[in-house]
């Protein structure tokens, strides 16, 4: 007769550990003497196109893993859903709001060797790609290359008169990386609400990437609730 048992006891301890991941934001943002936000609408998006992709080769060399993301954020004071989604009206409205035409962010991911991801090589780790990306940008912006590449690729060329493209400079910077230790990689949320003030959204976000400064004072700057945080 069949059993009502089962045949083996199940084990309360999980197959795997959990795994923490050490991440941060690195934001920056450059201009190009191309006067990028003067082109159509049309223009303006295979510009953009173009500008992204270059950036993240510069980052990723050929193409970036799972476990970086390139993306930018902001350009010519319109943010990427409002470019990529917005009405004709609303791409005519571009402005030049800022020092610099463009605005991205860099996170990367690291997995760490301690679960508090505050072990020595944990950090060293993290210390090694924070200082590679900034070299790679610094690099590449400072030497002139990142121009050549913008000026070389397709979706660029296809939008700016060759007399551009052959003098086409840009300059920008690279500032502080912003660190997020100890997140599980595939757990809840736990950060708190915070005034997003990088891109002028008007809202608070909940991602665990606000700025170190914040971090610091976080009785003035962080919420539990979005309601609280947008009362601010």
């Known amino acids: 007769a069949p059993t009502v048992r089962p045949s083996q006891i199940p084990s309360i301890t999980p197959t795997e550990s959990p795994t923490a991941v050490l991440k941060f934001t690195s934001s920056g943002s450059f201009s190009l003497n191309a006067k990028a936000c003067q082109l159509s609408s049309e223009e303006f998006i295979e510009f953009y196109t173009g500008v992204e992709v270059t950036l993240k080769e510069t980052v990723c060399g050929s193409e970036c893993d799972a476990a970086v993301e390139v993306k930018i954020t902001n350009a010519c004071g319109l943010t990427v859903e409002q470019l990529l989604g917005g009405s004709s009206s609303s791409l005519n409205r571009r402005l030049q709001s800022s020092d610099y035409d463009f605005l991205y962010s860099i996170i990367a991911t690291v997995v760490c060797e301690t679960s508090g991801c505050s072990g020595e090589q944990d950090i ?24 050549s590449t913008l000026s070389s690729n ?13 003098c086409l400079v840009a300059w920008g910077t690279m500032p502080e990386a912003n660190i997020v230790p100890g997140l599980p990689a595939s757990g809840t949320n736990t950060s708190k609400y915070y005034p997003d003030w990088t891109v002028h959204s008007g809202t608070c976000k909940h991602d665990g990437y606000e700025p170190n400064y914040m971090k610091r004072e976080p009785g003035y700057y962080l919420y539990d609730d979005l309601e609280a945080c947008c009362d601010e």
């Open 154 to 166: 397709s979706n660029i060329a296809s939008v700016l008169p060759s007399d551009v493209l052959g």
């Open 124 to 147: 060293a780790n993290a210390d090694a790609i924070i200082g590679s990306i900034a070299d790679s940008l610094t690099n590449a912006i400072q030497s002139g290359s990142f121009a």
